[in-house]
T-cell receptor, first 112, second 115 residues
Framework: GQQVMQIPQYQHVQEGEDFTTYCNSS?????IQWYKQRPGGHPVFLIQ?????EVKKQKRLTFQFGEAKKNSSLHITATQTTDVGTYFC????????????FGTGTRLQVTL | EAQVTQNPRYLITVTGKKLTVTCSQN?????MSWYRQDPGLGLRQIYY???????DKGDVPEGYKVSRKEKRNFPLILESPSPNQTSLYFC??????????????FGPGTRLTVL
């Protein structure tokens, strides 16, 4: 079946360090979304990428969609304690108009 | 305020006792969905609905039922809950409108324990 693999599962950084999480699919994605879930909270939509090679920025967050539309990354520059949470990617495949396949998530811990 | 609400937020029940988790959204969204979240497995889709009276299975539909009689409501029904359905459940909604309008809004979650 279609799967979205996400790595790493967990990362612990010192505040001010950078962080990156990666998502990979074995088949081409129609688009990919990223969500953040704070501890004890619910997933919150961050961004959607649709075009091959697309790069989008939100303040310290940079999102990329690979040229082949099979992988994506989220990079956080100079992490802050407010970045703590689990980051999920969610991919949509062509022909599955209503289905999002979520990655397993990367849990980010930031300490001072 | 635009939101997705779920009830109850927490539930402890026993094997075999039918239960319903309600979900309601006030954004006039056509699409609604149920997910379960388990450690190490991420979010897995249970059922989804493209519109009223239109529902379809997600990745893990076994043991669950849904109905969509009204646009705003999408209840999740466990006819005979089992311990392996102990999980954190999220309802979500979004507008239909092609790939450009896929922002999905999640409810606060329902933590279910089946003993």
């Amino acid at each position: 079946g279609q799967q979205v693999m996400q790595i790493p599962q967990y990362q612990h950084v010192q505040e001010g360090e950078d962080f990156t999480t990666y998502c990979n699919s074995s088949t081409t994605l129609s688009n990919i979304q990223w969500y953040k879930q704070r501890p004890g909270g619910h997933p919150v939509f961050l961004i959607q990428l649709v075009k091959s090679g697309e790069v989008k920025k939100q303040k310290r967050l940079t999102f990329q969609f690979g040229e082949a539309k099979k992988n994506s990354s989220l990079h956080i520059t100079a992490t802050q304690t407010t970045d703590v949470g689990t980051y999920f990617c969610a991919g949509k495949y062509s022909g599955t108009a209503s289905k999002l396949t979520f990655g397993t998530g990367t849990r980010l811990q930031v300490t001072l | 305020e635009a939101q997705v609400t779920q009830n109850p937020r927490y539930l402890i029940t026993v094997t075999g006792k039918k239960l319903t988790v309600t979900c309601s959204q006030n954004m006039n969204h056509e699409y609604m969905s149920w997910y379960r979240q388990d450690p190490g497995l991420g979010l897995r889709q249970i059922y989804y609905s493209m519109n009223v009276e239109v529902t379809d299975k997600g990745d893990v539909p076994e043991g669950y039922k849904v109905s969509r009689k009204e646009k705003r409501n999408f209840p999740l029904i466990l006819e005979s809950p089992s311990p392996n359905q102990t999980s954190l459940y999220f309802c979500a909604s979004r507008a239909n409108g092609g790939i450009w309008t896929d922002t999905q809004y999640f409810g606060p979650g329902t933590r279910l324990t089946v003993l």
